[in-house]
């Protein structure tokens, strides 16, 4: 396992953009986009290796990854919220 394996890397359709959205919360804001979710999702892992790579070539440390039971449990939590609810109910996003 690298280290890209460690972090959470999603990808969603989003209806206002017409495509699908790549995103890895953890490492970078933004991320990548496209019309379909497989190049999407590749797309994306290449960015987090580049990523990774770049702390790594200015000697920072990566933050801390976010996955497994611990992204189960912030999901979990914000599924629960009543934003959550409204977003749902509105088909809009709700914000971490």
Sequence with gaps: M???DRY????????????????CPELFY????????RRVFDDLCEIVEETIALYREDGKSLPPPMSGRQFVSV???IASSSQAVDAVRHRASVGV
């Design 75 to 77: 999901m979990q939590g």
């Design 30 to 37: 933004g991320g990548c986009h496209g019309s379909e979710s």
């Design 2 to 4: 690298n280290a890209a």
């Design 8 to 23: 959470v890397k999603l990808i969603e359709w989003s209806d206002s953009d017409g495509c699908f959205l790549g995103s």
